[in-house]
């Protein structure tokens, strides 16, 4: 029996309605993109995390891990920052995302065991190229989380995130990274990529993960 107690203070119908379609999703296809879900409480104090910010605390993605680790400009071209609990801006989206975490492991016996979670920021002309998230018993990245801050986004300006079938060879979805959508897969299930933006774009990309402890890799290196 789930409780508003053990959910958190900010329980609520509204919020169970979300990780119910998201659990549903995930339940039947792998995968869920949800339009402008993410409630409008989390998404501003994401934003208000992001103009703290200061450009130059983003740097470049690093691709690959343990000593292959590098800066693979021909592989993704955006740059990033680890959201931790330092800022009272990324408080909101940490206690969110547990109460996801929590829901989900009641509804579909996941077993997540953390979640860590950053900004990326793409450039006009950059771009991600086709990957996975986590290679099937490699990692303990389990589920992707997905989510923009783009005010505005037009179809016309790029920067779509496209999903392909999970034998990779044909693409099944394309999202527009418009204000506070919200996308998850499963990590190891779904090759995906971001397609070069003719704009600022903003995302907020999440990974809850099993606890694996025969694994001691961090995927993309810290
Ligand atoms: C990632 C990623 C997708 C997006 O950061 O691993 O695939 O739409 N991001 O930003
Ligand atoms: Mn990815």
Known sequence: MTTALDLGCHSSAAEDDLFEAIASGLEQQGYVVL?????ETIAASLLDYLAVLEANRF?????????????????????IHWIEDDHQESGQWLAWSKRLQQYLNRRLFLGLFSFESH?????????????????????????????????GWEPDQGGELVIYTPDGAEEMLHVQPG????????????????????RDRFAVAGWF???????????PPR
Request: aromatic residues 12%.
């Open 35 to 39: 339009p402008a879900a993410l409630p």
């Open 209 to 219: 993960r099993v606890n694996n402890s025969i694994n001691d890799n961090i995927d």
């Open 119 to 151: 900004f990326s920021f793409y450039e006009a002309g950059d771009f991600y190229r086709k990957h996975l998230d986590a290679f099937r018993g490699e990692s303990n990245r389990v589920l992707s989380l997905v989510t923009y801050l783009n005010k």
């Open 179 to 198: 204000y506070a959508t919200l996308v998850l897969f499963l990590s190891s299930e779904f090759p995906h990529e971001v397609k070069p933006t003719s």
């Open 59 to 79: 740097h470049r993605a690093a691709v690959g891990r343990g000593n292959d680790q590098q800066r693979n400009q021909f592989v993704r071209r955006d740059r």
